[in-house]
């Protein structure tokens, strides 16, 4: 076996980006209300990223880098960990 694998992280569980998010807006200090018109999104479709429901979408890291700081690429990230892990964690549920 490759050393790689044996360091190789695979948590048991996907946290949605929505998480990051929501820890952002608690250090920002920043309302639901006022993220989803900062993104011009509803509340609903913001609870939806929460929950991992809707995706980060590219326009949305853009502004989320904005409103946060932190690059397009660690929003894009998030995302695409969350569903490359939810994807895994179907595929080792089914065997």
């Known amino acids: 076996m490759r050393?790689?694998?044996?360091?190789?992280?695979?948590?048991?569980?996907?946290?949605?980006p929505g998480y990051t998010i929501s820890?952002?807006?608690k250090y920002e200090e920043i309302t639901?209300?006022?993220l989803a018109n900062q993104l011009n999104i509803t509340r609903q479709t913001l609870d939806e990223?929460?929950?991992?429901?809707?995706?980060?979408?590219p326009e949305m890291s853009k502004?989320?880098?904005t409103i946060f700081g932190a690059s397009e690429?660690?929003?894009?990230?998030?995302?695409?960990?969350y569903e490359e892990t939810k994807e895994r964690l179907e595929r080792e549920n089914t065997r």
């Open 73 to 81: 690429a660690f929003w894009n990230n998030l995302q695409r960990n």
């Open 49 to 57: 990223v929460f929950m991992g429901e809707a995706p980060i979408t």
């Open 32 to 34: 639901k209300r006022e």
């Open 63 to 65: 502004k989320l880098s």
């Open 3 to 16: 050393a790689e694998k044996l360091n190789e992280y695979k948590p048991d569980y996907a946290i949605p």
């Open 23 to 25: 820890e952002c807006m």
